[in-house]
């Protein structure tokens, strides 16, 4: 089995979990026109599956990006992966009338991670959620990064 095989599943399926989620997408969209707009069609738009650094736009927007990591594998086998989620936004968009922008929305993916048993052996764990710095002007955000236990190779076969 390939290393890193399973980065490419577990980011294929938080996709779906935050692209299906009905409250990521509507506090994503509050700031468009388009009420008829998908989490799918969010992909790669607003959802990212890896780090995406906005350009400087006239229009404030909201970004959800997340990675999957190993970064502390021994003698060649990963035994634990990290999944870390970015949530950030303009300033002009940050407050809604439910509360901080980044704040529902990084508590909402908390709901389909924290817990979870989709992802590796056993139950994924919070392990840190702090303000994160985007370098875009006017943008401010959190992340959040959790834990899964995992194995890359097949022991069975040593």
């Known amino acids: 089995m390939a290393h890193l095989e399973e ?8 996709m779906e979990a935050i692209c299906t989620s009905d409250k990521i997408v509507e506090l994503l969209k509050l700031d468009l026109d ?7 069609d969010m ?19 909201t970004y959800v990006c997340f990675t999957v990591t190993a970064p502390y594998p021994k ?10 989620v970015y949530v950030f936004t303009h300033q002009d968009i940050m407050r809604t009338k439910y509360g901080m922008r ?14 979870s048993t989709k992802y590796g052996l056993g139950k994924v764990v919070l392990k ?13 955000g959190l992340y959040s ?3 899964v236990k995992d194995f890359n190779i097949n022991i069975c076969k040593q």
């Open 102 to 115: 980044t704040d529902l929305i990084i508590s909402e993916i908390d709901k389909l991670l924290n817990g």
């Open 34 to 40: 388009k009420d008829d707009i998908t989490g799918k």
């Open 7 to 14: 980065f490419t599943t577990y980011k294929n399926t938080l």
């Open 75 to 84: 003698d060649g086998v990963i035994t634990e992966l990290y999944l870390t």
């Open 43 to 61: 992909r790669y738009s607003r959802i990212f599956p890896y780090n995406y650094v906005p350009l400087i736009t006239d229009q404030a927007t």
């Open 128 to 140: 840190a959620c702090d303000v994160m710095s985007v370098p875009s002007r006017g943008y401010s």
């Open 145 to 147: 990064m959790y834990s």
